[in-house]
């Protein structure tokens, strides 16, 4: 089973997502959900995480630096552990961090927060 960390600030958005992937027992996800960003780097090393999914799609009072930092320090903490960002589908500055992001292997990929489940997990079981 692979350790799916959701990071969102939406707790309906994030148990209804785990109760998605728990029903699809063909994907091997275990989902975590937590809602503290701040927070995100220890609870992914202690959890041994190997997929982590930031949600800040609704996480407009931070700036991009506060989300390249804390990808920089999951990338320290777990190297081997996949970073995707859930990004606002109307946001052409998240959109473009995610970009740069991802050509830098800060991420590994990105989804938009208005993409079908099936998109969804077809992108994590890609990483």
Do not use: W
């Not at 992914?44 to 991009?64: F, Q």
């Not at 970073?83 to 946001?91: E, F, K, V």
Request: charged fraction near 25%; hydrophobic fraction near 50%.
């Amino acid at each position: 089973m692979r350790k799916i960390m959701l990071v969102s600030e939406h707790r309906i958005f994030a148990q209804s997502l785990a109760a998605a992937m728990k029903t699809r027992s063909e994907l091997c996800f275990e989902p975590y959900l937590l809602s503290n960003m701040g927070q995100a780097a220890l609870d992914a090393e202690v959890l041994r995480a190997d997929v982590v999914i930031m949600d800040i799609s609704d996480a407009r009072d931070k700036s991009c630096g506060y989300f390249i930092a804390l990808c920089n320090k999951l990338r320290e903490v777990l190297p081997a552990c996949r970073l995707i960002l859930l990004l606002p589908h109307d946001d052409g500055k998240c959109r473009q961090m995610a970009i740069d992001a991802a050509q830098n292997s800060m991420i590994d990929d990105f989804i938009y927060n208005n993409a079908s489940l099936d998109y969804f997990f077809a992108k994590i079981e890609a990483v």
